[in-house]
């Protein structure tokens, strides 16, 4: 029997998280082919996760630098293992290979986490990206995991295109997998739809967690708001998102119509009913899962360039996009207020979705490449002469640094024990 293993960062939080629903549907991809799915993941579980057990899906706690692991792999005997980000595979990527050699070794990055860093860096000192920015020592780590993995799941078009030009990363270890939807069919989606005079408000969403999220909501807060705010004294911004921490909280204003609403148990329902999507986002990597869930629901959005990167479909965005607080407010009054133009937003994302993020586009693609490289894996790992010498070097120095912490921890055990017995004593 094929077993999938998944190592994850977090336990899945479809309805807090777009990172939570893409590794949904890649559980969902393996359990139709009828393949045995363990969810492992060294966090606590969330009040917010996903039962993955109604899907029939294992879950197990397991423990950072313990060799406890190497026995749960032993007994699992997985045909895949998929880390979930970078991290997850330096820490138990050399565990993986040490107990299960012929185990596909399986990374979704989620997105470049060295592209959404290097990004903020350059943000927060208010200038262009640099080179230095780009070559940091995170990039030097996720991509080095990339090469020690036998595949890698990259989720936006323009990162594919930064790994292969910019970084030389051979194309057969990289698997374009953005988001699918089962559906996107414009009839069927307008006909649950409420109509443009039936919506009112402006609705922002994300992850507080997510520092892209939280900058974009002090942009909102400090300059943006205001600026829509006095051409539209009615409107109200309904903010949204999973974990907001008290200095978030403190910005809710009623009397400004700028309301902090929290976790929202059905992001469809808030898009929906508001008439324009705000995302202001001055830095980020991969693609953001509120886009899709406004244009599934034909709510038009307003975001930068950073925002729409991936997504928009021969330049069309379903919304606009402006780059200073100014643009995206006049932006934003625009699409507010204009009901033709709101309508022809609508139409392009739905467009983009059925062009662009259909399952049926790429899910069925992506389980071939899979199980091309697994059915060719030695000579795919001898092809990838780098992977093999970063596992045999920098790898082994997370493995011994895991090894380390173990043996402290279970020599500290051991001075307490002795110290407690000499008590009792």
Same mark, same amino acid.
């Given at each position: 029997m094929?077993?999938?293993?998944?190592?994850?960062?977090?336990?899945?939080?479809?309805?807090?998280?777009?990172?939570?629903?893409?590794?949904?549907?890649?559980?969902?991809m393996?359990?139709?082919?009828?393949?045995?799915?363990i969810?492992?993941?060294?966090?606590e579980?969330?009040?917010h996760?996903f039962?993955?057990?109604?899907?029939?899906?294992?879950?197990q706690?397991?423990?950072?630098n313990?060799?406890?692991f190497?026995k749960?792999?032993?007994?699992?005997?997985?045909?895949?293992?998929?880390f979930?980000?970078?991290?997850?595979?330096?820490?138990?990527?050399?565990?993986?290979?040490?107990?299960?050699?012929?185990?596909?070794?399986?990374?979704?990055?989620?997105?470049?986490?060295?592209l959404?860093?290097?990004?903020?860096?350059?943000?927060?000192?208010g200038?262009?990206?640099?080179l230095?920015?780009l070559?940091?020592?995170?990039?030097?780590?996720?991509?080095?995991?990339?090469?020690?993995?036998?595949?890698?799941l990259i989720?936006?078009?323009?990162?594919?295109?930064?790994?292969?030009e910019h970084?030389?990363?051979?194309?057969e270890?990289?698997?374009?997998?953005?988001?699918w939807?089962?559906?996107?069919?414009?009839?069927?989606?307008?006909?649950?739809l409420?109509l443009?005079?039936?919506?009112?408000?402006?609705?922002?969403i994300?992850?507080?967690r997510?520092?892209?999220?939280?900058?974009?909501?002090?942009?909102?807060?400090?300059?943006?708001?205001?600026?829509?705010?006095?051409?539209?004294p009615?409107?109200e911004?309904?903010?949204?998102?999973?974990?907001p921490?008290?200095?978030?909280?403190?910005?809710?204003?009623?009397?400004?119509?700028? *309301?902090?609403? %929290?976790?929202?148990?059905s992001? $469809? +329902?808030?898009?929906?009913?508001?008439? @324009? !999507? /705000?995302?202001?986002?001055?830095f980020?990597?991969?693609?953001?899962?509120?886009?899709?869930?406004?244009?599934?629901?034909?709510?038009?959005?307003v975001?930068t360039?950073?925002?729409?990167?991936g997504?928009?479909h021969h330049? *069309?965005?379903? %919304?606009?996009i402006?780059?200073? $607080? +100014?643009?995206?407010?006049?932006a934003? @009054? !625009? /699409?507010y207020?204009?009901?033709?133009?709101?309508?022809?937003?609508q139409q392009q994302?739905?467009?983009?979705?059925a062009?662009?993020?259909?399952?049926?586009?790429?899910?069925?693609?992506v389980?071939?490449?899979?199980?091309?490289?697994q059915?060719q894996?030695?000579?795919?790992?001898?092809?990838n002469?780098?992977g093999?010498?970063?596992?045999?070097h920098?790898?082994r120095?997370?493995?011994?640094?895991?090894?380390?912490?173990?043996?402290?921890?279970?020599l500290?055990e051991?001075?307490?024990?002795?110290?407690q017995?000499?008590?009792?004593?």
């Amino acid at each position: 029997m094929s077993v999938l293993l998944v190592v994850g960062y977090v336990w899945p939080e479809p309805n807090s998280s777009a990172a939570g629903s893409r590794m949904l549907s890649l559980l969902a991809m393996f359990r139709q082919q009828n393949w045995t799915v363990i969810f492992a993941s060294p966090a606590e579980k969330s009040p917010h996760r996903f039962d993955l057990s109604q899907w029939q899906i294992a879950e197990q706690q397991i423990q950072l630098n313990d060799s406890s692991f190497d026995k749960q792999l032993k007994q699992w005997q997985p045909t895949v293992v998929m880390f979930d980000r970078f991290m997850l595979e330096e820490q138990f990527g050399w565990r993986v290979e040490q107990q299960c050699p012929d185990a596909l070794r399986l990374l979704d990055t989620e997105d470049l986490h060295f592209l959404r860093l290097a990004r903020q860096q350059a943000f927060k000192a208010g200038r262009a990206v640099t080179l230095d920015d780009l070559h940091s020592e995170q990039a030097q780590r996720e991509i080095a995991a990339i090469y020690r993995s036998d595949l890698t799941l990259i989720i936006s078009e323009a990162e594919m295109q930064l790994l292969i030009e910019h970084f030389k990363v051979p194309t057969e270890l990289l698997c374009y997998s953005p988001f699918w939807l089962e559906t996107s069919a414009e009839a069927e989606l307008l006909t649950e739809l409420p109509l443009f005079e039936q919506r009112q408000h402006f609705v922002s969403i994300g992850n507080f967690r997510h520092e892209p999220n939280w900058q974009a909501v002090l942009w909102l807060k400090q300059q943006i708001w205001p600026l829509i705010r006095k051409q539209l004294p009615k409107a109200e911004l309904h903010i949204y998102g999973a974990y907001p921490p008290p200095k978030a909280t403190q910005l809710h204003q009623p009397k400004e119509g700028f *309301l902090l609403k %929290g976790w929202a148990e059905s992001a $469809a +329902e808030v898009v929906k009913s508001c008439r @324009v !999507l /705000l995302a202001p986002l001055a830095f980020g990597a991969g693609l953001k899962g509120k886009f899709i869930d406004a244009m599934v629901q034909g709510t038009p959005s307003v975001t930068t360039a950073i925002g729409a990167e991936g997504m928009a479909h021969h330049g *069309l965005w379903g %919304g606009l996009i402006g780059e200073t $607080a +100014e643009q995206i407010a006049e932006a934003a @009054v !625009l /699409l507010y207020q204009d009901q033709v133009l709101w309508q022809q937003k609508q139409q392009q994302g739905f467009r983009i979705l059925a062009e662009r993020f259909t399952l049926v586009q790429h899910q069925p693609r992506v389980w071939q490449q899979l199980m091309d490289v697994q059915q060719q894996l030695s000579q795919h790992r001898l092809m990838n002469f780098t992977g093999a010498m970063l596992r045999h070097h920098q790898h082994r120095s997370t493995q011994f640094m895991a090894q380390w912490i173990e043996a402290k921890t279970k020599l500290a055990e051991l001075k307490h024990s002795l110290a407690q017995e000499t008590t009792d004593e």
